[in-house]
């Protein structure tokens, strides 16, 4: 039976992209030996990291001024990252999630934090927009999707301060205007590549500015001066990267991509508000595309788990909800094409006639 990926992350890439990536494993590059079994400073290795680097700011259209760095240790090494080479005194936060209070919670211990405003009392189910950012904070963190809640801010916001963004889950999606970031980083498994590595966009000059000592492994500039080689990158996810950038190029790249991913969001959220047995958990205005919400409405909340069975007989996996939203979560990204969403919708409009008829 088919099977349609609805994993939150790590999720679905491109079939070709696993294609090429275990071809590589096998012989890189015609070379005879593996890409498992070769030094990441080997010549044919090089070319790799450049052309990533090259693909990043050709398809975000990333302005003068800004590095592409290659890490490890997940996007959640970032939540401490970034304070330890941005935060001098104070620092501003927007509450929209777990991932956000997550970033929030690593700076606390670098200087003083401010959250602007936070949606935790309504469960995260929307993003604050009344706050004002202190025009005195080092920088202001944002996570543009947040994956477990299925909210999303799907505008370049205007921050009075450096903005500093988390999207890991979007990345991609949709054409940003890098030039309103300071900074943009996530972890690659949800977009981009297997889980391993981390990618950051950074304004060169928002650097230096701290007064403490940062390790080496900590230090964006080392990073950036040795070319994401200042110790061996992960090389496996770095090659995948390439040849997801690669499918993204010649599908068009992020404009492309946002076309399909409103149509694929439109389809289910159509469904989800059309449906009697499903409502969606984010607010409206604020749905994302990547990560789509939804549970039994009250009166038929005895239904999920079945509703779970029936789904999984009919190929669709991963759609079980976060256990801080239950219920039910499509993840929609890139790599997903429209066909898989279209099976989910079936299947619940077949799960609607077998339950109202
Ligand atoms: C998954 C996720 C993270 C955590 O990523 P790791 O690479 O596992 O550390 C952080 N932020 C967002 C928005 C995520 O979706």
Redesign the pocket.
Known sequence: MKKHNFNA?PSILPREVIEKTAQAVLDFNGSGLSLLEISHRAKDFQPVVDESVALFKELLAIPEGYSVVFLGG????QFCMVPFNLLQTKAAYLNTGT?ASKAMKEAKGFGEVVEVASSKAANFNYIPKDYVVPADADYFHI?T???IFGTEILTDIDSPVNLVA?M??DIFSRPVDVSKYAMIY??A??NLAP?GV?FVIIKDEILGKVTRHIPSMLDYKIHIDNGSMYNTPPVLPIYSALETLRWLKSNGGVAEMEKRNIAKADLLYNEIDRNQLFVGTAAKEDRSRMNICFVMKPEYAELEDEFQKFASARGMVGIKGHRSVGGFRASTYNALPIESVQALVDCMQEFEKLKLS
């Open positions: 992350g997940g996007a959640s090494m991932w996570t999707n947040n994956t988390d890991s889950s996530g972890g498994q949800k889980a981390t």
